[in-house]
């Protein structure tokens, strides 16, 4: 039987590689160019349950998930970014 893991453990190497992720970019609105930005916003995504990667692009304003859909629902990284006080402009796959 296969067991799935998730979340910040040990585990999101073995989701990651059994393909039971998924990727979506995230447009952030309100973000400026400093880095200390950026890193709040992915150090409060990465520490959903479930979330296997994230990358935060202050350039560009967006935010770049990889994640487990069984184990975070895909609302939840929008609402994540708005608690650390930014608007999410716009979400597509990645």
Do not use: H, Q
Request: glycine share 16%.
């Amino acid at each position: 039987m296969n067991e799935r893991k998730a979340g910040n453990g040990g585990g999101s190497r073995e989701v990651r590689a059994a393909g039971w992720t998924e990727r979506v970019a995230l447009s952030i609105r309100g973000l400026t160019c400093g880095g200390g930005e950026a890193l709040t916003v992915e150090w409060e995504l990465s520490r959903l349950a479930g979330v296997v990667g994230v990358y935060v692009n202050p350039a560009t304003d967006t935010a770049y998930v990889e994640f487990d859909p069984v184990a975070v629902g895909v609302a939840e990284l929008p609402e994540t970014i708005w608690r650390c006080g930014y608007a999410v402009g716009g979400m597509r796959s990645a």
